[in-house]
């Protein structure tokens, strides 16, 4: 490759070359996607690449590099599944035209030190999700994950009757085999933890292994970086058997000890469906015993 330290400075990032990776360093500033600032720096290890790019930019008198990642190899483009903005994508470096000769050399440096296996997926993630903790907003509530275990704690005035009746959520990484993120700049934006041997029967909206988005909830920047700390720490988890015939509509949860404030406002929420004929009795009553046994 090139001389250790040898830096290409692009447009929101630049690309810092070593002997066997390439750190790209985003840039903070008012014009650089949220993401990138989010992300702040990635070590691409040139053994997670599959192919490498040049071509004219969609803005006048710019060109872009691309290193191309093998499939597998990142879990934040893993979790994005295709579904990143062109100026959101972090393996672009954007660079004014009069520098194509510069890229071009590095272009042809890197594609000579692409991996024989290149062209195959990768058997395991090579480039390092966001570390944990990691928590956003969603329309319906809160996700947090500390690095072993996703909670979604739901907020009154935008989760449905099914999740309020189900509870606040909990699951533990080695009971998950997946995650499914649906990027909030299209309709049907969510976040759905696939917990093993699970089979989705419902809607996100209705889902309480699932957090909706919507308009200023679960934007990019916070939500995809989630969802690439959850699925590397659940690709790293020894696996939890999973019971029989587990539906995502009712997941098995784990409970911790919740705010007595907390508690006291999801009483009432629940008092508020009863008195509107959304819960039973016995629902009620069963409900309103388990939040007050989380105190």
């Known amino acids: 490759m090139t001389h250790m330290g040898d ?10 070359f070593s002997s066997d990776s390439v750190l790209i360093r985003f840039e903070r500033g008012i014009r650089t996607p949220k993401l990138f600032q989010v992300l702040s720096e990635r070590r691409i290890p040139y ?8 071509a004219p930019g969609s803005k006048r008198g710019t060109v872009v590099l691309r ?3 093998r499939q597998g190899a990142d879990p934040l483009l893993e979790a994005a599944a295709g579904q990143l903005k062109e100026g959101s994508d972090p393996y672009r470096l954007v660079l004014p035209a009069e520098r194509e000769t510069l890229a071009d050399y590095y272009a042809s440096e890197l594609r000579a030190v692409l991996p024989e296996e290149a062209a195959k997926p990768a058997e395991q993630y090579l480039v390092a999700a966001p570390s944990a903790p990691q928590s956003f907003k969603a329309y319906d509530g809160k996700a947090s994950f500390d690095g072993s275990v996703v909670a979604f704690r739901w907020f009154w005035t935008g989760a449905s009757t099914a999740k309020w009746k ?23 934006g969510h976040l759905r933890l696939r917990a093993r041997g699970a089979e989705v029967l419902v809607d996100a909206d209705h889902d309480p292994a699932s957090v909706v988005f919507g308009l200023g909830y679960g934007p990019v920047y916070e939500s995809l970086p989630f969802a690439a700390s959850v699925l590397e720490a659940v690709r790293a988890a020894d696996p939890v058997p999973a019971p029989e015939s587990v539906c995502t509509a009712a997941p098995t949860v784990t409970r911790q000890r919740s705010d007595p404030a907390d508690v006291a406002t999801r009483i009432r929420h629940l008092g508020e469906l009863h008195d509107a004929g959304l819960l039973t009795d016995e629902e009620f009553t069963a409900k309103k015993a388990q939040l007050l046994a989380e105190l």
Request: negative net charge.
């Open 7 to 16: 830096v290409l400075a692009g447009i929101h990032s630049t690309w810092e």
């Open 47 to 54: 053994e997670a690449l599959s192919a490498v790019e040049l």
């Open 67 to 69: 290193a191309v990642p």
């Open 166 to 188: 189900a509870g606040d959520q909990f699951f533990p990484v080695g009971e998950l085999e997946g995650i499914e993120w649906r990027s909030p700049e299209g309709a049907g």
